[in-house]
């Protein structure tokens, strides 16, 4: 299999794309990169900063963000979510962050997953598969990730708030002008709600 191969990996929030990425990539030792941390990290330094997210300091941000900033192990909680989805609908924060993404996998390939990446940043993407689930089901798998309690009382309410969030996450990134979130024409689509993680690996190498 061609080493400098790409595959793009699209999906809603909290469906299991960065999970798919991460096993594809290293079941065909290729680079991976979760290009949502990029506007996470974004996101992150905007607050830092406290810049307005339609400011200039917020453009160039993007423009001098390293690995270090993407690497950073507070971003991914619900303030972070917000904000992420806020960042990423800047056109000049998408057009600042769009070559980095592009040079990533100049050299031996990548699988890379996020939102518009075999719509916009790879078109011409050697596979691009479209994850997808249920807001309910997805809710469930991101309560698991953030609780310390898996007893909670108050779980269900919980779930139910994350859900209400992730809706509206989605109404944000499919609505916005610049790359809304949709499949690409050409692109597989693989629905999660009755698949255990494997089971999404095994039908994804199969489409490969």
Same mark, same amino acid.
């Given at each position: 299999?061609?080493?400098?191969?790409?595959?793009?990996?699209?999906?809603?929030?909290?469906?299991?794309?960065?999970?798919?990425?991460?096993?594809?990539?290293?079941k065909?030792?290729?680079?991976?990169?979760?290009?949502g941390?990029?506007?996470?990290?974004?996101?992150?330094?905007m607050?830092?900063?406290?810049?307005?997210?339609?400011?200039?300091?917020?453009? #160039? *941000?993007?423009? !001098? %963000?390293? $690995?270090? =900033?993407?690497?950073?192990?507070?971003?991914?909680?619900?303030?972070?979510?917000?904000?992420?989805?806020?960042?990423?609908?800047?056109?000049?924060v998408?057009?600042?962050?769009?070559?980095?993404?592009?040079?990533?996998?100049?050299?031996?390939?990548?699988?890379?997953?996020?939102?518009?990446?075999?719509?916009?940043?790879?078109?011409?993407?050697?596979?691009?598969?479209?994850?997808?689930?249920?807001?309910r089901?997805?809710?469930?798998?991101?309560?698991?990730?953030?609780?310390?309690?898996?007893?909670?009382?108050?779980?269900?309410?919980?779930?139910? #708030? *994350?859900?209400? !969030? %992730?809706? $509206?996450? =989605?109404?944000?990134?499919?609505?916005?002008?610049?790359?809304p979130?949709?499949?690409?024409?050409?692109?597989?689509?693989?629905?999660?709600?009755?698949?255990?993680?494997?089971?999404?690996?095994?039908k994804?190498?199969?489409?490969?």
């Amino acid at each position: 299999m061609s080493k400098n191969l790409i595959i793009a990996i699209d999906g809603y929030s909290g469906v299991g794309k960065g999970t798919l990425a991460k096993a594809l990539a290293d079941k065909l030792s290729l680079p991976y990169l979760d290009t949502g941390l990029l506007y996470r990290a974004v996101g992150r330094k905007m607050l830092d900063a406290g810049l307005s997210v339609d400011s200039d300091g917020v453009v #160039q *941000i993007a423009e !001098e %963000l390293t $690995q270090k =900033d993407w690497m950073r192990n507070d971003l991914r909680t619900p303030e972070i979510d917000k904000v992420a989805s806020q960042v990423a609908a800047q056109p000049k924060v998408r057009a600042a962050l769009l070559d980095m993404q592009r040079h990533f996998a100049t050299q031996q390939g990548v699988v890379m997953d996020g939102r518009d990446i075999g719509t916009v940043i790879f078109p011409n993407a050697d596979v691009k598969l479209f994850v997808t689930a249920s807001a309910r089901v997805r809710a469930e798998r991101r309560w698991l990730q953030y609780t310390t309690n898996p007893n909670d009382p108050a779980k269900a309410e919980q779930i139910k #708030q *994350i859900e209400v !969030e %992730l809706m $509206q996450r =989605d109404e944000a990134d499919a609505s916005r002008a610049v790359a809304p979130l949709r499949p690409a024409e050409d692109a597989h689509i693989i629905d999660t709600d009755h698949l255990s993680a494997n089971e999404v690996l095994v039908k994804a190498l199969e489409i490969i």
